[in-house]
């Protein structure tokens, strides 16, 4: 800064005070919300005029003496050197200036495998399982057996002696299991003769707890029919055994309701879709113990030996889905957000069908969750009531009691209320020890985890019979079920992010593309059609590695955090950048290039008036 | 004890011959159940609430944020499903004369920051970056779960956007803008991803109206305070604090929010008609041509609460009580075991019996030097 006044009016001064202003007060005079930078100054626009002749003009050149124009000459060599100057220079912009402008401002872009992309748009997906159809004896009259090839004939005997039916069917299913071995996503179907006894008489079909089904043939030996015959009047009932055993038309919809129009699939099987969580390489289980009134109730519950025993098995069935972690906690002095109706006719505190929808949230708050993971979280509430409103109950739709006393949220997960005022008289010492029976908490929470995590609730057939998992939570075959639906979601869920990634990449000429996201996507692609192929040949396992290999490398692939839109330029501040940089540049060369070409059509114009 | 093995078996078979025999009645319990199911598709909801002003002056962006913000909490949405984007440099300005606190209504009666907010994006990180990122989820790995739009495609999404805009664009802390094509593109891919079900997307700016002119997704529906060519205004300044407090659409739409309640059947018409030309000064505008149901068919409580699809567990699995051992107390280890300590520093002693026999053998010398004739004093 010098020493000068400010006042002083010179143009550089002026700034230099400008400099000042900001330096004194902290912030520019500025107009707010106005994008080009505004000239506010201090002076109104008419006295800067006056700057311009109180300024000394230094004079460059001499005046002249008289009116004589005075002009530089320059002679040939000169004007020939100037003349080469500008042509090497335009020469030099324009052979290696614009390139290396052009290769400086690309941006960098790996090589997508844009063909096998495209392909991925019109996929076909063809699902195949593998049937094994045992006919017992009794079922194939002798002439129908001698047309089975050799090969494929099987003398097994079972004999066992049980001492009710209902024993002997299970025990049967069991012993049938040993027999053959079946591959995940396989299904054996056992003929039995009609009148057989394993089957009460109504029963048709009986679907055990791994892959098997006992099906009672309805088709009477015919003398004369051939096998063909036998099988094709067989494959209506079969099919049906199928359907509920593996996938049908609906599942497979469902599976793919969001890449779907609405309205293709019914809407029990839109329910079932809301309700269970889509494909996520993960899920995080939550187990809450509420316990609003620790005065009264001093509540134990043995949760980490009844995970062990209830929980565990069926979350290692399903780690081929999903990798799982859970964990459990207790919440003191947690209220739900609604007041119960006492109900004198049942002497109890009611919850109606309609406030449960707003008991969800004011807990919600207070549950926390993992923060270093981004899984979807299940969260299942055992809700103790508080000595004043026991017991609770929870009445559905028709006023009638719940048997469960629970409810659960789709995508959210379930609540159960559990009512403790038996287990203690009206004067005992409070706090009461109170013991919580896991076995039938857990049965409760393991049937409304079943349903989140996507086994459906769908009503067998009639006349078939579907053997209850019990403690093992899934049966084979429901987890197969699953791994079919899982399996096709992967397949669309990953091929769709890929088709719009390419798209979106294709669209946007200046978003990099870096290495790792070419390999993502070119594993995702190799996964997704290694599925698609294990698909079509039957092998459920693999297809199900392969998808979700192709589903979590296409996720990454697409939530890369450098594919960022951050680069729309509209044309008019493209011009803007390029303008002040490159005009002044390229109006000297491009003005002494057209001298020059002007020159040079003199001098040929001479030349040939001259030859003239 | 073992419970018999027999009434498991009989409970499953019971269990089958229900299951044929409910199947009926179970279908015409879903029939109801399905009804109330689809009167819309949502699962869960979410919330973006992004404040795009900075500095003291623009303390009616902030209290437009918060005052929304407390709303839709007050319907039930919670925090860990609302990313709440605000430069936070009000409530604890030098200028502010009651500070920890950003009011919403003149006379101060209201304060909306409380001491309960929870902001996921504060100071300089609410930039269009961020804000790009949190809609599209292209964030980096290290980000945490409150900082994340984890939304399916069953999540209804409100964004609220307020700040001071123009003709197309929107200006972020004064160093950067956000144009309508970007923002369009953004819901596009979030639609290509299915990372909602329906949105909702409300902006008080100046002009606000270019910023929907673009969208080209589904099932968007989008208010604005403002037609193009037109300037937000704000609404009551407190001689107090020194600033206006509000901005008059979210004056207006925040009176009518606070008729809402959880249970109230309010619809998107009734949302359309908040704050008329002759209270707003402005036009306000909306646009539902991309949005699939019908705007009267819309709840308030569809995007501004949360409210939750319930159904009744009605199946249980029966489960054999577990017959663990509990670990007796006697099995366990000893605590020195479990915890290893260094041994206590004992002092030494000499062992049993030395100093007696020490004694001893002083006083037999003496006797044997002295005479046995001393040992009658002794004894």
Redesign the interface.
């Known amino acids: 800064m010098t020493a000068r006044h400010p006042r002083t009016p010179a143009p550089l001064l002026v700034i230099g005070q400008r400099f000042l202003t900001q330096l004194l007060i902290g912030q520019r005079p500025r107009r707010?919300?106005s994008l080009w930078p505004s000239f506010h100054s201090r002076w109104p626009r008419w006295k800067w005029v006056s700057f311009l002749f109180i300024l000394p003009r230094r004079r460059r050149s001499p005046r002249p003496q008289s009116g004589m124009k005075v002009r530089p000459v320059l002679s040939d060599p000169e004007k020939q050197r100037g003349r080469s100057a500008a042509v090497a220079i335009a020469a030099l912009v324009i052979a290696a200036g614009i390139p290396l402008w052009w290769k400086t401002t690309e941006t960098y872009r790996a090589w997508l495998p844009a063909a096998r992309i495209s392909e991925l748009e019109a996929l076909q997906l063809e699902l195949r399982v593998e049937v094994e159809v045992v006919f017992a004896r009794g079922t194939l009259s002798p002439e129908q057996q001698k047309k089975v090839p050799a090969s494929r004939m099987r003398e097994q005997t079972y004999e066992s002696c049980c001492k009710s039916k209902?024993?002997c069917l299970?025990e049967a299913d069991h012993a049938l299991h040993t027999l053959t071995e079946t591959s995940c996503g396989s299904v054996v179907i056992y003929i039995i003769p009609e009148a057989s006894a394993l089957l009460p008489q109504d029963m048709r079909v009986y679907v055990g707890r791994s892959r098997t089904a006992l099906l009672r043939s309805q088709v009477a030996s015919v003398v004369g029919a051939g096998l063909p015959e036998v099988l094709a009047a067989l494959d209506p009932q079969m099919e049906q055994v199928l359907q509920t055993m593996s996938f049908n038309h609906q599942d497979v919809t469902a599976a793919l309701t969001?890449r779907l129009r609405p309205g293709l699939s019914t809407?029990?099987s839109?329910?079932d879709s809301?309700?269970a969580f889509?494909s996520s390489p993960g899920y995080e289980i939550t187990f809450s113990l509420l316990n609003p009134d620790p005065k009264h109730h001093q509540l134990h519950w043995d949760v980490e030996?009844?995970l062990d025993?209830?929980i565990y098995p069926l979350l290692h069935k399903m780690a081929p889905v999903a990798n799982f972690s859970v964990d459990s906690q207790i919440l003191y002095y947690a209220v739900l957000g609604v007041n119960p109706r006492y109900d004198a006719s049942a002497s109890a505190y009611t919850l109606s069908?309609d406030s449960?929808?707003?008991?969800?949230?004011p807990v919600?708050?207070r549950l926390g969750?993992?923060?270093?993971?981004?899984n979807?979280v299940l969260n299942f509430l055992l809700y103790v009531p508080d000595s004043l409103h026991s017991p609770l109950i929870?009445r559905?739709?028709q006023k009638q009691e719940?048997?469960?006393n629970?409810?659960?949220?789709?995508?959210?997960g379930?609540i159960?209320v559990y009512n403790v005022d038996g287990a203690y008289g009206n004067d005992t010492q409070f706090p009461v020890d109170i013991a919580i029976?896991?076995?039938?908490v857990?049965?409760?929470f393991?049937?409304?985890l079943r349903?989140m995590l996507g086994f459906q609730?769908t009503?067998?057939p009639?006349g078939?019979?579907?053997?209850?998992?019990?403690?093992e939570?899934v049966a084979e075959w429901e987890l197969d079920r699953l791994l079919w639906s899982r399996s096709v979601e992967n397949v669309a869920t990953a091929s769709?992010?890929i088709t719009?990634l390419a798209q979106?990449l294709d669209q946007i000429a200046n978003i990099v593309i870096n290495d790792n996201i070419a390999q993502q996507v070119a594993s995702a692609v190799t996964a997704l059609q290694a599925a698609v192929a294990e698909l079509e040949a039957g092998n459920l396992a693999l297809a199900l590695e392969h998808s979700r290999e192709a589903i979590s490398a296409s996720e990454r692939a697409?939530?890369?955090?450098s594919?960022?839109?951050?680069l729309?330029f509209?044309d008019d501040q493209k011009f803007a950048i390029y303008i002040p940089l490159f005009l002044p540049m390229c109006v000297p060369i491009l003005l002494s290039l057209l001298k020059i070409f002007r020159e040079v059509q003199q001098h040929r114009a001479e030349k040939r008036a001259k030859r003239d | 004890s073992n419970p018999p093995v027999a009434p498991?078996?009989?409970s499953?078979?019971a269990?089958?011959?229900v299951?044929?025999g409910r199947?009926s009645a179970?279908?015409l319990l879903?029939q109801?159940?399905?009804e109330r199911?689809?009167r819309s598709?949502h699962?869960?909801n979410w919330a973006v609430l992004v404040c795009t002003s900075r500095f003291w002056f623009n303390y009616r962006h902030v209290a437009n944020t918060l005052s929304v913000y407390r709303s839709v909490k007050r319907l039930?949405?919670?925090?860990?499903h609302i990313v709440l984007m605000l430069a936070d440099d009000m409530a604890c300005n030098h200028r502010n004369p009651k500070p920890a606190t950003v009011f919403s209504h003149k006379n101060m009666e209201l304060n909306v920051y409380g001491d309960d907010v929870e902001v996921d994006y504060r100071g300089y990180e609410v930039t269009?970056?961020n804000f790009?990122?949190v809609l599209?989820?292209?964030?980096?790995p290290s980000t945490?779960?409150?900082k994340?739009l984890?939304s399916?495609?069953?999540s209804n999404i409100l964004i609220y956007l307020t700040g001071?805009g123009?003709n197309g664009f929107l200006?972020f802390q004064?160093s950067e803008e956000i144009?309508n094509?970007?923002l369009a593109?953004?819901f596009e891919?979030m639609w290509?991803?299915?990372r909602y079900n329906e949105l909702l997307f409300i902006i008080d700016t100046c002009q606000g109206a270019s910023m929907y002119e673009r969208f080209y997704s589904p099932n968007l529906m989008a208010l604005a305070s403002s037609q193009v060519g037109e300037d937000s205004l704000s609404h009551q300044p407190d001689l107090a604090i020194g600033v206006h407090l509000m901005d008059r659409y979210t004056f207006y739409l925040l009176e009518f929010l606070e008729d809402i309640h959880?249970?109230s059947q309010a619809n998107m018409n009734d949302l359309f008609k908040v704050c008329p030309k002759s209270q707003c000064v402005s036009t306000p505008g909306h646009r539902t041509d991309l949005f699939q149901r019908d705007p009267g068919s819309v709840l308030i409580t569809d995007f501004f609460g949360?409210?939750?699809?319930?159904?009744?567990?009605?199946?249980?699995?029966?489960?054999?009580?577990?017959t663990?051992t509990a670990l007796a107390y006697v099995d366990q280890l000893p605590v020195a075991q479990i915890i290893h300590q260094k041994p206590k520093q004992k002092d030494w002693h000499p062992p049993d019996g030395f100093i007696l026999g020490l004694w001893t053998l002083i006083l037999l010398v003496f006797f044997r030097t002295y005479g046995i004739k001393h040992l009658k004093h002794i004894f």
């Open positions: 707010t919300g209902s024993l299970v969001d809407r029990d839109l329910a809301m309700r889509k030996a009844a025993a209830y069908a449960l929808a707003h008991v969800i949230n919600e708050a969750s993992n923060a270093a993971s981004s979807p929870i559905n739709d719940v048997a469960s629970a409810f659960h949220s789709p995508r959210w379930g159960m029976d896991m076995s039938r857990m049965g409760v393991l049937s409304q349903l609730q009503g067998a009639p078939f019979v579907l053997e209850a998992a019990g403690r939570g769709a992010s719009s979106l697409f939530f890369d955090p594919l960022l839109h951050l729309y509209p | 498991e078996i009989s499953s078979v269990l089958d011959f299951l044929i199947t179970f279908l879903h109801a159940r399905a199911f689809f598709d699962t869960n039930g949405i919670p925090d860990s269009v970056e790009l990122r599209t989820g292209r964030l980096p945490p779960r409150s994340r984890l399916d495609d069953h001071h123009g200006k004064d144009s094509v970007e593109d953004a891919q290509q991803k299915r959880p249970a949360s409210v939750r699809k319930v159904e009744i567990t009605m199946e249980t699995i029966n489960l054999t009580p577990h663990e």
